[in-house]
Structure formats: structure tokens, C-alpha cells
């Protein structure tokens, strides 16, 4: 894939993961490896990924240096690269503030891997402790919740959550999963 075509996967499942609740607003972000180079895609500042385009996405080096496009790479972009930088399996890696993974991580809870889909597909989820959004010390956690190469997704305490994939789709199916797995988790406590 070239750069274009990356850029158009990234508008394709930021929309997709607007319309499945996985962030609101101009909330969340979304990055994506180029292949083969110390290079990343990653979503502008203040954009939507309800209507995110194709110039929406920034790319940078794996240092952070902006080497194309217009506007402030997103605020999280520190612990987006740094987990690049850890886990050279990961390609894609998704953040969202979607409703139901955010009231576990509000509550403090970690994610109860109680469905099949999710003991199978997510193993272990992480709950990375509070701190400011944009901030170094929050990305030095993240970076350290995802250090182990079983680690696909971690709550964020006050905040939301981040996924990590092989490629953006799969960055996108689990992050559908966490929040799957949230609501299923709250509405079985409900219902028992
Ligand atoms: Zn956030």
C-alpha cells in the first residue's frame, strides 16, 4: 500500500469506528505504521473521526518530527509512537473514549473477560493508572502497559481506551470487542 492508499484505510475506519460509539466528538485518535519505514499516519488534532479526509492525517517519524502535512499531530501522539517504538509487531493502534469501556475505567474496574469472544480474542487488559491526556507521564504508562507482546488493549482510568494490531482493521475489531465486552459485563451485572 502507498501512502495514499494508507491515508484512505485510515479515513475508512476512523468512520467505521465513529458509527460503532468507539470515541465522540473530536475525541480519540488513530495511527497506522508505514510499512517497511520508521514512519507513521496519524490523525490531525481536532479532527472528528466521523468526518475525517485523507489530508486529516499527518506523517511523522518515529521520533516525532513532522515530516508531511498540515496541523498538530494528535495530543496523544507520544504514547502512539512510543508503543511503535516498543513493539515492532504492533502496525495500527487505535484510542477511542467509547461509553461503556470509559465507565470501567471511570470506576476503576478492570474488563471482566466474561464472553468467550473476549477470554479468547483480548487475554489480559490492563487498567494504566491516571494521568493528564497529552501528558509524557501518561504515555510512559500506556507505552508500559503495552510493553509484553500478549498485551492488544488497555483501559485508560477517567479516559478511555487503546487498542494495538498487526493492521488497523484489527486495531478496529478489538477495539469493537473492549467495548462489546464492557456492555455485555454491565448489562449480565444488571440482569444478575
Ligand atoms: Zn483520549
Known amino acids: 500500500m502507498n501512502l495514499e492508499d494508507l491515508k484512505k484505510e485510515l479515513v475508512a475506519i476512523s468512520r467505521l469506528a465513529y458509527h460503532r460509539g468507539l470515541t465522540s466528538g473530536v475525541s480519540g485518535n488513530i495511527s497506522q505504521r508505514v510499512p517497511g519505514h520508521d514512519q507513521v499516519l496519524i490523525k490531525r488534532s481536532g479532527t472528528s473521526f466521523a468526518d475525517a479526509q485523507t489530508s486529516d492525517f499527518l506523517l511523522v517519524a518515529l521520533t516525532g518530527e513532522l515530516l508531511a502535512g498540515s496541523g498538530t499531530p494528535s495530543v496523544e501522539i507520544n504514547f502512539h509512537l512510543g ?4 513493539r ?3 502496525g495500527a493502534v487505535l484510542h477511542g473514549h467509547s461509553t461503556f469501556a470509559t465507565a470501567f475505567a471511570v470506576a476503576g474496574k478492570t ?3 466474561l464472553t468467550l469472544a473476549s477470554a479468547e480474542g483480548l487475554g489480559e487488559v490492563p487498567l494504566v493508572p491516571y494521568a493528564p491526556a497529552g501528558s509524557q507521564e501518561l504515555a510512559a504508562l500506556v507505552v508500559q502497559a503495552f510493553r509484553s507482546s500478549n498485551i492488544k488493549a488497555a483501559l ?7 487498542t494495538v494490531g498487526k493492521d488497523l482493521r484489527q486495531a478496529f475489531y478489538l477495539a ?11 448489562l449480565a451485572r444488571l440482569i444478575s
Do not use: F, S
Request: hydrophobic share 45%; proline share 7%; net charge negative.
Open 83 to 86: 508503543i511503535y517504538r516498543e
Open 88 to 90: 515492532p509487531d504492533v
Open 111 to 113: 474488563l471482566p473477560a
Open 156 to 162: 485508560l482510568r477517567r479516559h478511555g481506551m487503546v
Open 176 to 186: 469493537d470487542l473492549v467495548e462489546d465486552t464492557a456492555k455485555v459485563a454491565l
